[in-house]
């Protein structure tokens, strides 16, 4: 069973910037590959999205374009730069990923998780 490993989650001042790491075990780089958030009293959203050949990209509306996502298939690494950083991104990110390389989000039963990694972004 892969595993995911968040990292990069750390306390930053509004206007900040911050880069999420998502590593994955294993060799195998079919997967395509997500993050989502969850803040405190909130159900978990989608952030950002990239197809497991790092060709195609998606992002929630809210990011307004101070995100981007990429992937590095020979590490198996997923990264996510977030600029322009806001108090209302606080939140514990998750790193996710389909082993069919199926396009996130979806409805699919298969999908793998990570631990989560913790943004908090003070005014």
């Known amino acids: 069973q892969v595993q995911l490993v968040e990292s990069g989650g750390a306390l930053v001042q509004a206007g900040g910037s911050l880069r999420l790491s998502c590593a994955a075990s294993?060799?195998?780089?079919?997967?395509?590959m997500a993050w989502f958030r969850r803040a405190p009293g909130k159900e978990r959203e989608f952030v950002a999205s990239?197809?497991?050949?790092?060709?195609?990209?998606r992002f929630a509306a809210f990011v307004e374009g101070r995100f981007t996502i990429s992937k590095d298939n020979a590490k198996n690494t997923v990264h996510l730069q977030m600029n322009s950083l806001k108090p209302g991104d606080t939140a514990i990110y998750y790193c996710?990923?389909?082993?069919?390389?199926?396009?996130?989000?979806?409805?699919?039963?298969?999908?793998?998780w990570g631990q989560g990694t913790q943004v908090t972004v003070s005014s």
């Open positions: 996710a990923a389909n082993p069919r390389g199926l396009p996130l989000p979806g409805p699919w039963s298969d999908d793998i």
């Open positions: 294993g060799r195998d780089s079919s997967y395509s």
């Open positions: 990239i197809s497991a050949s790092g060709g195609r990209t």
